[in-house]
């Protein structure tokens, strides 16, 4: 099985601010991987497949990047609606994994 | 628009079993992979299982699989969670998704398993 591996766990920053969330998969997963939002009782929200490109109606301010086995998730200006966790997950392979996941918070 | 209704979901006991149906709506059905992800109580997302836009081919991961039978019905836009010998540890929120990894997803059903 594939592992996913995120860092950090969990974060806090100011409104404004840049803010990068990495995803190590344990092979390579040929760039299929996913990011989503999830916010307590609420649907996960898809933001980023194939590593990079953005899914319909998901902000420029998301953006995805990375390759092989290293990926990184970045809000480039974070607002208080984007106070979530988010996860990766590969779907390269079954079984399909996530990331332990980020919790992000505003300061 | 794209919809997904999840229904199914309540308490049972150990041991007990569950359906689980997603209805789907605003996008050609027959054309999508589906699949599952859960959520327990302060945990974080774990796949479930997926199927094939036909039917025949289904994933599960390791800890449902034998207890667990996905299907799907295609005349009617609908997928299906069978879920049997249900334990405490299947306690979750259950969300079916389109596609894959899922590019859309419903609100969830929460299945309790609790005595």
């Known amino acids: 099985d594939i592992q996913m591996t995120q860092s950090p766990s969990s974060l806090s920053a100011s409104v404004g601010d840049r803010v990068t969330i990495t995803c190590r998969a344990s092979?390579?997963?040929?760039?299929?991987l996913a990011w989503f939002q999830k916010k307590p009782g609420k649907a996960p929200r898809s933001l980023i497949y194939?590593?990079?490109s953005l899914h319909s109606g998901v902000p420029s301010k998301f953006s995805g990047s990375g390759s092989g086995t290293d990926f990184t998730l970045t809000i480039s200006s974070l607002q208080p609606e984007d106070s979530a966790t988010y996860y990766c997950?590969?779907?390269?392979?079954?079984?399909?994994?996530f990331g332990g996941g980020t919790k992000v918070e505003i300061k | 628009e794209v919809q997904l209704v999840e229904s199914g979901g309540g308490l049972v006991q150990p041991g007990g079993s569950l359906r689980l149906s997603c209805a789907a709506s605003g996008f050609s059905f027959s054309n999508y992979w589906m699949t599952w992800v859960r959520q327990a109580p302060g945990k974080g997302l774990e796949w479930v299982a997926n199927?094939?836009?036909?039917?025949?081919?289904?994933f599960y991961v390791d800890s449902v699989k034998g207890r667990f039978t996905l299907s799907r019905d295609n005349a009617k836009n609908s997928v299906f969670l069978q879920m049997n010998t249900l334990r405490a540890e299947d306690t979750a929120v259950y969300y079916c998704?389109?596609?894959?990894?899922?590019?859309?997803w419903g609100q969830g059903t929460l299945v309790t398993v609790s005595s």
């Open positions: 194939a590593a990079s």
């Open positions: 092979q390579g997963i040929n760039n299929y």
């Open positions: 997950q590969q779907y390269n392979s079954f079984p399909l994994t």
């Open positions: 199927i094939k836009e036909d039917g025949s081919e289904k």
């Open positions: 998704g389109r596609g894959t990894a899922g590019m859309d």
